[in-house]
């Protein structure tokens, strides 16, 4: 016992002497080629007085940033997460000024710009050697996972397992690759692109790969809240409009993000999946946790407390962590410069435009809202956190741009597989066992935009209907990136075009409006869901103009005399109440069509005009309404079709459903996120044992946006994080 403790703090100094060495030497070189950067007295030192300066001065360094570091994040928590995230670096370069005054007879001096690349460097390296260290030590790596285990349980009360090893039932990680759909994910395991996720595949005793079905309005917003909190009822697009209030309600808008999630917990009772010991990271809804990070429906939430604060602290409590994704997200942005660069040259098509600020969100979606999320999972990890949902939205983000099959997206799929691997490496280190569970919202389907196909936008085809001036120059419809408006959110600056968007200017003309290749209609000035017969009287033109374009597939209407119908080309008319998978104008649309459609009719607020775009089976290409060759939001092709991928050792979805509720399984697995979510709540059961669902006490009935919250659902008070917990450097 005695010879291993002596071995362990050995090994521990020679680490430490290592990282020092290190440092030393880096200074040393840095100012051998800065200019503004000396270690030497006017006059000149000797060699041996030159290397005690850099010693001295990255020693100094080395202990600022290890005891002040964490203290100055906690006191800056408070400012958006890209924006310490760019004051880290002149925070670090003043550490680096501080540690220069402390050498002694004044021979440290540096520029303050030259401070911020020095401190910079140094802290990459550092890490870098700190975790090359690590590798080379499994043992040392272990005991430090160990130690910071032992550290949760003891503050936390979990008593530990009579072996010693790891106690308690299994927690569940629930990582949502956005946007990935079904047969983009075996592909990209069968192609060698995604070897974690084809390690997992090939294993007899790990995961099995099922594919899932959308409602028909296949995007995040409905998506996540049917899995997160039970209940996706009245969403019927990513963005719809509210004839009572006048408003438009945009998923990716944290109002109206909290708003959704409001009313899908006044109508389950239930305050979400993670409301027992979860944590939500990068979701547009909080799925009840209290442990929140880049979580859209809580940035609507001011005031002390309200924001998701751990998450940030976990991350940015290592300067080298910025370091890192601050030179990604550059490299990330030269990279879509140049990609989009070399598809212009080429004259690849479809193709859409990708300059303006779309690198910098791009950057953002594939490097710091992943780094911040990854980060973040780990810390639930080593706390031994019951159930944690994340998502990832690069995948989606850059999909959207340059196409679901591209190579652009096929690189960012590869880089999503090392942070899966990542996080499963960890879980062997972690103080209770967890279940890795992989999932996506939906899928997305290729095609020509329907601007680009048809040289006019949706706005432009439904004014031309109406007999209302349409623009010479086609105004094509501004993509709907969720990364774009969680990029402002991040910025705490307001969405663009927020205020025209949420109050139409002209309520008496029709508001339209476009989720992928969802199309929707509303007419302000008539009261309630307008009727084919009010349409008819009023724009004849319109019914008929929609209904024949070859861009459109169907089109779904309230008739006053033979209830809903779905238009189609040739005069096809069909009621809801009749339609039948393999009939009439949406047959194309395969299985579940009709019960996607028939279910979003009877939701309060579905559009005067519901518009779905023309599908080909054969190419499985759509048109969006929206500038993206990459789309989702409607029926058609794979956007529907997305994926979970689940260890054997959990109950097959199939077996869970038959059991539960046999309408909402087909053999193509689960049908509809509410179905995904009885999945995903019956396997946290099996592991965990019952969730007790919130109390409801009056909290009943529609919710408006300025009623108060129910504490228990708000997240409001998560305590502080430790600076122990910081996260230690990933593994090779």
């Known amino acids: 016992m005695g010879d291993g403790r002596w071995r362990r703090a050995g090994g521990t100094l020679i680490r430490v002497v290592s990282v020092w060495a290190v440092s030393t030497l880096t200074m040393l070189a840095l100012a051998g080629v800065l200019p503004d950067f000396q270690l030497q007295a006017d006059d000149g030192d000797t060699v041996t007085r030159t290397a005690f300066t850099a010693a001295w001065g990255a020693g100094a360094f080395g202990l600022l940033s290890a005891l002040v570091w964490p203290v100055l994040v906690r006191a800056l ?113 069968a192609d060698g692109l995604m070897p974690t996720v084809a390690g997992l595949l090939a294993d007899d005793a790990g995961h099995r790969l099922t594919p899932w079905t959308t409602d028909w309005s296949s995007q995040t917003g409905a998506s996540q809240l049917g899995i997160l909190h039970g209940s996706n009822f009245d969403v019927p697009a990513f963005r719809w409009f509210e004839k009572e209030t006048g408003t438009v309600m945009v998923s990716s808008r944290p109002a109206s993000a909290l708003e959704m999630q409001r009313r899908a917990i006044a109508r389950t009772h239930d305050g979400g999946l993670l409301t027992v010991d979860g944590a939500s990271r990068g979701n547009l809804f909080s799925g009840g946790a209290d442990q929140l990070a880049l979580v859209l429906s809580m940035a609507a939430r001011l005031g002390k407390g309200r924001r998701s604060r751990a998450g940030y602290f976990a991350y940015f409590s290592d300067p080298a962590n910025a370091v890192r994704t601050a030179l990604s997200f550059v490299a990330e942005v030269g990279r879509e410069i140049g990609q989009s660069v070399r598809a212009r040259v080429r004259k690849e098509s479809p193709r859409v435009k990708r300059g303006g600020l779309y690198p910098f969100i791009r950057a953002f979606a594939t490097v710091v809202e992943r780094d911040v999320v990854v980060a973040a999972v780990i810390g639930d990890m080593f706390a031994g956190r019951t159930v944690v949902y994340a998502d990832l939205v690069a995948y989606d983000e850059v999909a959207h741009h340059s196409g679901p099959f591209s190579g652009d997206a096929e690189k960012v799929l590869t880089r999503l597989d090392r942070s899966l691997g ?78 025209e968007a949420e109050h139409p200017a002209k309520p008496s003309e029709p508001v ?29 033109a319109l019914l008929g103009t929609l209904a024949a374009h070859p861009g459109i597939g169907f089109l779904l ?45 009877t939701f309060p607020h579905v559009a005067d005009v519901m518009i779905n775009s023309v599908y080909d089976p054969d190419t499985g290409r759509v048109h969006a309404f929206e500038e993206q060759i990459g789309s989702h ?27 539960d509720t046999p309408q909402a399984v087909s053999p193509a697995g689960p049908v509809g996120a509410e179905a995904v979510h009885r999945v995903l709540a019956r396997w946290l059961r099996e592991l965990s044992g019952p969730q007790v669902p919130l109390r409801q006490e009056g909290f009943t009935g529609a919710v408006r946006v300025d009623e108060p919250f129910p504490d228990a659902l708000a997240g409001a008070d998560a305590p502080d994080p430790d600076p122990d917990d910081a996260l230690p450097g990933p593994r090779g």
């Open 77 to 189: 928590l408070i400012v958006p997460a890209l924006v310490l995230g760019a004051l880290v670096f002149f925070l670090n370069g003043s550490l680096l000024l501080i540690a220069l005054r402390l050498i002694p007879d004044g021979r440290g001096d540096a520029a303050p710009e030259t401070a911020v690349v020095v401190a910079a460097v140094m802290s990459a390296v550092a890490s870098a050697t700190s975790t090359a260290l690590a590798v080379r030590d499994d043992d040392a790596y272990r005991r430090r996972l160990s130690r910071l285990a032992d550290r949760r349980r003891r503050r936390s009360g979990t008593p530990q397992s009579a072996d010693g090893g790891r106690g308690g039932p299994p927690g569940i990680v629930f990582v949502q690759l956005d946007g990935v759909g079904h047969d983009v994910l075996e592909r990209a395991a």
């Open 557 to 601: 209407v309230r008739s006053g005399k033979h209830g809903s119908v779905v238009l189609g080309r040739d005069g096809a008319e069909v009621p809801v109440a009749e339609l039948r998978d393999g009939e009439g104008p949406i047959a194309v649309f395969g299985p579940g069509a009709t019960d996607a459609v028939r279910r979003t009719d």
């Open 422 to 499: 990542l996080m499963l490496k960890i879980a062997d280190h972690t103080p209770r066992d967890y279940r890795i569970v992989l999932l996506s919202d939906h899928g997305q389907s290729p095609g020509e935009t329907f601007a680009g196909r048809y040289g006019l936008t949706l706005k432009d085809l439904v004014r031309a209907g109406c007999g209302l001036p349409v623009p010479r120059r086609a105004q094509r419809t501004r993509s709907a990136s969720e990364a774009r408006d969680a990029v402002r959110i991040a910025l705490h600056r307001p969405v663009d075009g927020e205020q």
């Open 512 to 540: 339209v409006l476009a989720s992928g290749n969802l199309g929707l209609v509303s007419f302000p000035d008539i009261e309630g869901r307008a009727t084919r017969e009010q349409l008819d009287r009023r724009y004849p």
């Open 633 to 659: 939001g409607g029926l058609g092709g794979a956007q529907s079709r997305p994926f979970l991928l689940w260890p054997r050792t959990l109950t097959d979805p199939l077996d869970a459903m038959a059991a």
